[in-house]
């Protein structure tokens, strides 16, 4: 749902990058807090039981939003668009995607398959469930009634059922930036034919909807002193930035459309062959022009990656200058690079603009063309506003 830079790799799957935001270690632990004591007395064992089951539980919980995310993340690639990663943050989890959606099929597809996900944990969830205690007690099982011995099997499916049609009601709420603001967005865009407007409609719905949440959370927090209401009203700050800031997108998109990455490019990028020895590297280009990286592209002009001065110098001083440039680059070499004939629009959240102060523009190829910095971006904007360069 919300954007965030950086996280903490936690592993691969279907060939996606699964990470956490630091934030999200302090939630995990937070709600293994206040679940243990609930879950002990619930299931009146000992305590290393209890806690194993809350622990398991919380664990199943975030995979139920990994779940959700590779929704996303497996409609975007089938639609072709590059998912970069797929990130767990401190109020639920996000997909990176390369590029929003370029058509409203494509954005409603896209934004119906992670509540579709979530539907399909919560079936599981009651099927197994039915199979332990019969469709009969199923009520009685999710309601944790007393006539009915709860094990810790029982207990942590029953606690993941309500949470996850928790989570799938809230993600369908029509407010942007949530899954069902986004429908919201793909309808309105396929009935009017502007991108623009749907984005504008839902985002002021998901403004209206954060200040609803905010409300709430601040009576909660004032009236009950519930550490709930400081939940919510946290969660409302992020939804409403995040619906602002796609108006402030939307509006910006619509200046700059039609410009493209090559554009505005240097096309003529100082880049080091990968076969380089370091150590030449070292003295030819990083000492040679001041620069903090370079792109790295083989013979055929190639970019593989990026690499840094810190780990060339590190390299040399560790006695491994005679090492080639390809076994220095930076992780993640995707993260670099855009298509030369997109939209400028589709740089501006860039991690590599961000880290680097710069994108590598690479063509169909993936041969490197241009490099693409913040201050041509800066340029480009102050054009499109009207404003002459400082």
């Not at 190829?365 to 360069?389: C, K, M, N, Y």
Request: neutral net charge.
């Amino acid at each position: 749902m919300f954007r965030r830079s950086g996280s903490i790799k936690l592993f691969d799957l279907f060939g996606f990058r699964i990470g956490a935001d630091a934030s999200w270690f302090l939630v995990l632990f937070v709600y293994i807090y206040l679940l243990s004591r609930p879950f002990r007395l619930t299931l009146h064992s000992s305590d290393g039981v209890a806690y194993l089951t809350t622990v398991v539980s919380v664990l199943l919980l975030f995979a139920s939003l990994i779940a959700h995310e590779l929704g996303h993340a497996v409609v975007a690639r089938r639609q072709g668009i590059e998912v970069k990663q797929i990130d767990l943050v401190l109020f639920g989890g996000l997909t990176k995607m390369a590029r929003d959606a370029a058509t409203p099929g494509e954005d409603f597809k896209i934004s119906v398959a992670g509540p579709l996900a979530t539907l399909a944990v919560i079936l599981v969830c009651l099927g197994v469930d039915v199979a332990i205690v019969g469709a009969h007690r199923l009520t009685h099982a999710i309601l944790l009634d007393p006539d009915i011995q709860i094990t810790p099997v029982l207990l942590c499916l029953s606690w993941l059922v309500p949470m996850n049609v928790l989570l799938l009601a809230f993600n369908l709420v029509p407010a942007f930036p949530l899954d069902g603001g986004r429908i919201a967005r793909s309808i309105v865009w396929q009935i009017t034919g502007d991108k623009r407007r749907g984005t504008q409609v839902s985002a002021r719905m998901g403004q209206g909807f954060a200040l609803i949440v905010g409300a709430a959370g601040l009576w909660l927090l004032l009236s009950l002193g519930s550490f709930a209401g400081l939940w919510l009203a946290a969660l409302a700050y992020i939804l409403y930035q995040a619906a602002r800031g796609a108006i402030v997108q939307s509006a910006l998109s619509e200046r700059i459309e039609g410009v493209r990455v090559l554009d505005i490019m240097d096309t003529h990028p100082v880049a080091i062959p990968a076969a380089t020895p370091v150590s030449l590297a070292l003295e030819e280009y990083f000492l040679r022009y001041r620069w903090a990286w370079f792109p790295v592209v083989d013979e055929d002009g190639r970019l593989e990656g990026i690499a840094r001065q810190e780990r060339a110098q590190a390299s040399v001083d560790g006695g491994d200058g005679w090492l080639t440039m390809n076994s220095l680059l930076e992780p993640d070499a995707a993260s670099w690079r855009v298509q030369q004939d997109r939209p400028i629009s589709e740089v501006l959240g860039s991690e590599s603009l961000g880290q680097l102060g710069a994108v590598m523009a690479v063509d169909a190829d993936g041969i490197l063309r241009g490099v693409v910095t913040i201050e041509q971006i800066r340029r480009a904007l102050r054009s499109a506003f009207g404003t002459s360069p400082a």
